[in-house]
């Protein structure tokens, strides 16, 4: 009883005080292993024994006495002891990461001017660095992702000044018109002993207001009065007579040249538009609650240019342009409750195309011809041998119009500072600067003044003031 005593005491007594007899534990040492490698270990005495935490993680083989093979097999983290023969430990903290070199491969490949990193934690990918675009950092975690169950994205943008993309747009425009008018209209205020007038009413014909006459009396006592509005552009009356013509024979022709050179820039990948032109009021009639009332809207005109740029990898520049030239057309107007509205002569272009820095394309061109004949004619007289052309009236209009739209990218610079902007050349001085007062100089003194000369010094000097100038008179004596 007294021994069991002293035993338990015994206990007590180490259990209390275990640092007497224990050692420090040895630090572990860290090694990264990747998914399906091995490493062997080598030791200078002989290893008794070998321990494993996780066996999926590290799987451990005695190669020989003195070396041990590792063998990694699933991510993770894992410690690994070996105890020698001498009764030494060694402990070992293993890491085991996936194999992310292809990957790192692919990416230094695909992606040749950004920084990437790739690191991994069990069956997690994080990737840090610096990239050169959000549309990059989304392609880089495309190809991250399969690798893992999730994939962390860390990657920054670097900001670098955006390119500058300067469009030009040039609209040539050309615009013939021919014109042949023809037509006579013939006027009687008792020719032959008739009144009356006759036209084939394509050009306004004199109008009678009143007509006279008596039943049964002499045509001496009768009279007739006419009124022109318009003489067309011949006109002859003989009294004597009493028979006038009113003729109308013209050509015209008509040119109109127009070229337009909108300019404008932007950044990469940003919409940029502008307008050069006015607005013109539009009446619009009201309905429902406030049926009859006018309210007014501005309608734009004008030169516009709305366009969106994008750089491509290869250097290119892809276009979404859409220029358009409009201006007012008062020959097809229409009159809406006494309001005059004019209509719109409008050029306008939408399109997608892709062009190298400094190229040009056409992106829109028309050649349109236009003939149109009208012919008037009263039948019967009409038809008389050359007496018939009297009695026809006729009007040919033929139009010839050519557009071309040419669009030209640039990639441009900002100026440097203090370097001079281009501005349009100005045939006059806008502003002349103003000329300093002179101020008035100092009376000199007598002291300094310059002592008089002699009769020789002043001819000779009158002579050389004189010189070059011709003489117009002569002296005397």
Known sequence: MAANFLRLILILA???APGAFAAEPPAAEDLRLTLGKSVVLDFPDDVRQVSTSDPAIVDTVAVSTREILLHAKGTGVATVVVWSRAGERVIYGITVEQNLDALRRLLKETFPGDEININSSRDSIAVTGKVSSKETAERIMALVTPFGKSAVN?????????????????????????????????????????????GTGQFPIPLSNTVKGTIGSTL???????????????????PDLNLGALIKALQGENLLQIL????????????????????????????????????????????????????????????????EVSTI????????SGFLIPAL????????LELGPGQSFVIA???DNRVQETLNRVPGLSSIPLLGMLFKTMERTKNESELVVIVTPEITEPLKPGEKAKEPVMPLEFLPPLKP????????????????????????AAAGRSKGIPLLWKRKG
Do not use: C, H, W
């Open 437 to 460: 007062k002179e101020e008035p100089q100092p009376k000199k003194s007598e002291s300094s003044a310059k002592p008089p000369r002699s009769t020789g010094e002043k001819a000779r």
């Open 329 to 336: 057309d008062v020959n097809n107007a229409v009159t809406v």
């Open 220 to 238: 001496q006592g009768s009279s007739a009065n006419f009124t022109i509005s318009d003489a067309l552009n011949i006109f002859a009356f003989r």
């Open 345 to 352: 002569s409008t050029r306008r272009v939408e399109t997608n």
């Open 260 to 323: 337009a050179e909108p300019n404008l820039v932007t950044t990469n990948g940003k919409e940029a538009s502008f307008l050069v032109g006015g607005e013109f009021p539009v009446p619009i009639l009201q309905g429902g609650g406030n049926a009859g009332a006018v309210t007014v809207q501005f309608r734009e005109f004008g030169i516009r240019l709305n366009f969106i740029p994008t750089l491509t990898t290869n250097g290119t520049i892809k276009l979404y342009v859409k220029p």
């Open 365 to 367: 061109g028309l050649i």
């Open 14 to 16: 180490v259990v209390a």
């Open 154 to 198: 860390n990657l920054l943008l670097n900001s670098p000044v955006e390119k500058q993309i300067m469009l030009k747009v040039r609209f040539a425009e050309l615009n013939r018109k021919a014109t042949r008018q023809l037509g006579v209209n013939i006027l009687s205020t008792g020719g032959a002993n008739t009144f009356g007038t006759t």
